[in-house]
């Protein structure tokens, strides 16, 4: 483990940042939600990401040597050097776009954790065996409403279909793999992108086919998350997570 500390680290920081994004944007629905239940269900579902983001937080600070906190690596660093992938910062825009995105990420989370829950690193393991359970709720429940409005009324249709349209192009980003998580691939720790693309791809494609959606072909997919390369909105939304940490410096509980 000593030799790939310095790789998992940086890898660990990239999924960390999935999740801490995608669950800011999922609390963002809380008291906006169409119905009382997903009013709490939303909520729920982003506390799950943000507890999973803070687990891998503190253990790549534990890599890190401990230089940083959880906090510091959450909340302290500048837009280039968060590396979460493009999917996760778009605007909620509307229902179907969140659950879209939502679906999206944990259809792609879910045999992510599955292959890390038996790997030989401990700690890791057990991040991914409290998670799977987590997001094998996340896909269900996402699932259900891409389907309802997908195959639902004329308006909920076109909003699915104008959703696919719009963030099918970032999903390529999910597959990505650089040098460091190259290593921990090969090390063992992490998926490659063989192992999880077609899981992805078989619930996806069942969930479109009873959504009545069809999956588009990209031609040019959408990246730059990963390298630091982020949308204008991210600005925004990094604006707002920060607020607190930036105008209390140092603050406790």
Avoid at 33 to 57: F, K, V
Wanted: charged share 25%; net charge negative; with cysteine.
């Amino acid at each position: 483990m000593t030799e790939h500390k310095d790789h998992l680290k940086v890898a660990l920081l990239q999924v960390a940042d999935d999740h801490l994004i995608l669950g800011h944007r999922l609390s963002e629905w809380c008291g906006h939600a169409p119905m009382l239940e997903e009013d709490l269900s939303m909520p729920n579902m982003a506390l799950d990401l943000i507890g999973q983001a803070r687990h891998l937080y503190t253990y790549a600070a534990e890599l890190e040597g401990l230089q940083r906190s959880e906090d510091d690596l959450a909340y302290l660093r500048t837009d280039r050097e968060y590396t979460n992938c493009l999917l996760v910062e778009r605007g909620n825009i509307d229902f179907a776009h969140t659950m879209l995105k939502q679906l999206y990420f944990a259809a792609y989370m879910k045999p992510f954790w599955q292959f890390v829950e038996g790997c030989s690193d401990n700690t890791l393991s057990a991040i991914a065996g409290k998670a799977v359970k987590e997001i094998s709720y996340h896909i269900r429940h996402a699932g259900e409403w891409v389907i309802r409005l997908g195959d639902g009324t004329d308006e909920s249709a076109e909003r699915m279909h104008l959703a696919v349209e719009t963030l099918h192009p970032y999903t390529e980003e999910l597959f990505w793999i650089d040098e460091h998580r190259k290593i921990c691939i090969d090390a063992g720790l992490l998926p490659a992108a063989d192992v999880v693309r077609p899981q992805w791809d078989a619930t996806i494609s069942a969930v479109f086919e009873q959504a009545k959606l069809a999956i588009p072909e990209v031609t040019y997919p959408l990246l730059g998350g990963r390298e630091g390369k982020h949308t204008e909105a991210f600005g925004y939304l990094l604006a707002e997570l920060q607020y607190m940490q930036r105008a209390y410096p140092g603050a406790q509980w």
